[in-house]
């Protein structure tokens, strides 16, 4: 089984610093299945060719680990085509690029979006031509598939559920093989692994910053999942309330909402419901925003930018700072906020840069408001404390506006429940009380004033599923309130 994936851009070769394939020599690795092979059969300045050759053991896959044991055939058309088990070669070869990991002097590439060209010779798919078009189109690719005979020297043997596939389309690295990853099972619709809980981290994992705006997102997780329903609304409630710094970005957003035509049914629920909440947690920012008459905010822990984007449409606020610690979101957020081509005065408003809020920062100081939507919760306690010295004693802004789930909520997501978190990072969630309580002491010590509001439609018991918490100032210098302790580092 054969795949290759062609690149174009300046300096191609740099890419293998980034799949951390050299391109001068051949790599190979066994795997639970057989053995991957990857190599370069073309190499130019701007242009580079990646072959991953897949080897499967059709035996080997009959005698091995007993999830495997489900292929009941010595014959089969395992070692020829693109399946799930080439998912898994992906990531025996790929695996660290996956992750986001690459040689310092190139992480810089790992956000550029190049153009790629994929090839399929035979690909595995019982849905035909419609759904591998409705799976990668959205992606921004132009899809092209010829439907492969069953034996060419009998015609009359009919077609096979294989396709020769041409994708081409711009991407990051980490995109085109997330996409492969992913797909590829989805396709082939008969996943040759078990899936326990661990298969809806990996999805979210490698699919989670695109999944969340594909119209196909509630079919891409069943057969990802195996129709495993628990499983699937898991994925679903945590694709849909996860980081928002996992959000797709705009173009994507564009193509998927283009490529939807109205033909695709309505998401359930929950999904909704938690996807409107992000944009009525912006809002209500932003109204907290307004009420001060404030003409300068910084938005901490930015993320992509979606507050920045608003905010940018507010005449009143004259400077507008994004900060995380996090260069890949603000790439994210300056290619979002179309910094390149933004007209002058506007341009002149905005500014984004990397930075912690564990540090005390300068550049924070002289703000009328800051917000930090969804932020605290990733914070261990530790953090925590030397984020609200950096932020209430020494920027001190005259009002803060942070925002944070309520774990309350939680059990109204039967896919959550009570036990668990939204999102993988979150280091807690607190309820309405723990949330009022931290509001109160941390207001206490710096000299500000609290109020805690529900964000979301509210539950009678359980409260609205987000919590906004307005900070004020209570004095009007800008002189720090002397804290308890220094802050930390
Ligand atoms: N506010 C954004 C993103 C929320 S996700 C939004 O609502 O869309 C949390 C963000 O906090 C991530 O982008 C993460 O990189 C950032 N973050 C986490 N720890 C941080 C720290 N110590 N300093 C600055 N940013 C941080």
Redesign the pocket.
């Known amino acids: 089984m054969l795949i290759t994936l062609t690149c174009s851009a300046p300096h191609a070769p740099e890419v293998g610093y980034l799949l951390g394939k050299n391109p001068a020599s051949v790599f190979a690795r066994p795997f639970s299945a057989g053995t991957v092979h990857v190599f370069y059969p073309e190499v130019a300045d701007d242009r580079v060719t990646i072959a991953l050759l897949v080897e499967i053991d059709p035996v080997g896959l009959v005698r091995g680990p007993a999830a495997l044991a489900r292929l009941d055939q010595y014959v089969n058309d395992r070692p020829y085509v693109a399946s799930s088990l080439t998912s898994v070669a992906v990531n025996t070869a790929f695996g660290s690029a996956m992750a986001g990991r690459a040689t310092k002097e190139h992480i810089e590439r790992l956000d550029e979006r190049m153009c790629w060209q994929v090839s399929l010779p035979a690909l595995a798919c019982d849905g035909g031509v419609d759904l591998i078009t409705r799976i990668f189109a959205p992606l921004g690719y132009t899809v092209a598939t010829t439907r492969l005979p069953l034996d060419p020297a009998f015609p009359g043997w009919g077609e096979a559920d294989l396709y020769s596939v041409h994708l081409e389309g711009e991407q990051t690295v980490q995109r085109v093989l997330g996409h492969l990853y992913v797909l590829l099972p989805v396709l082939d619709n008969s996943k040759h692994y078990y899936v326990g809980a661990d298969e809806a981290d990996k999805l979210l994992a490698h699919g989670g910053a695109w999944l969340a705006a594909h119209p196909e997102r509630e079919l891409i997780a069943r057969r990802y999942l195996r129709y495993q329903r628990p499983l699937v609304q898991s994925a679903l409630a945590r694709l849909a309330e996860s980081?928002?710094?996992?959000?797709p970005d705009a173009a994507l957003a564009d193509a998927a909402a283009a490529a939807t035509d109205g033909d695709t049914p309505a998401p359930p629920d929950p999904i909704e419901a938690a996807l409107g909440l992000?944009e009525q947690?912006?809002n209500a920012v932003l109204v907290a925003v307004r009420e001060i008459g404030a003409t300068s905010l910084a938005?901490?822990?930015?993320?992509?930018?979606?507050?920045l984007a608003r905010a940018l449409d507010e005449p009143a606020l004259a400077r507008i700072f994004g900060?995380?610690?996090?260069t890949q979101?603000l790439a994210r957020a300056r290619r979002a906020l179309h910094f390149d081509t933004l007209p002058p005065a506007r341009r002149a408003r905005i500014e984004v840069a990397q930075?912690?809020?564990?540090y005390r920062d300068r550049r924070l100081e002289g703000f009328d408001a800051a917000?930090?939507?969804?932020?605290v919760e990733?914070?261990d306690t530790p953090?925590l404390r030397?984020?609200e010295r950096v932020v209430f004693q020494y920027a001190r802004p005259r009002r803060v506006i942070v925002?944070t789930p309520n774990r309350e909520y939680n059990v109204r997501w039967p896919a959550i429940g009570a036990e668990r978190l939204r999102h993988r990072?979150h280091r807690f969630e607190w309820t309405r009380a723990e949330c009022q309580a931290w509001a109160e002491r941390v207001a206490a010590t710096y000299g500000y004033r609290a109020a805690r509001q529900e964000l979301g439609p509210v539950d009678p018991t359980l409260g609205a599923p987000s919590q906004l918490i307005i900070f004020d100032r209570l004095d009007d210098s800008t002189t720090p309130t002397p804290a308890p302790e220094q802050a930390s580092e």
Request: include cysteine.
């Open positions: 980081d928002p710094a996992l959000a992000h947690r912006l938005d901490l822990g930015c993320g992509e930018g979606k507050l900060m995380d610690v996090s979101a930075g912690s809020l564990l917000a930090l939507v969804e932020v990733h914070l953090r030397a984020m925002t990072d």
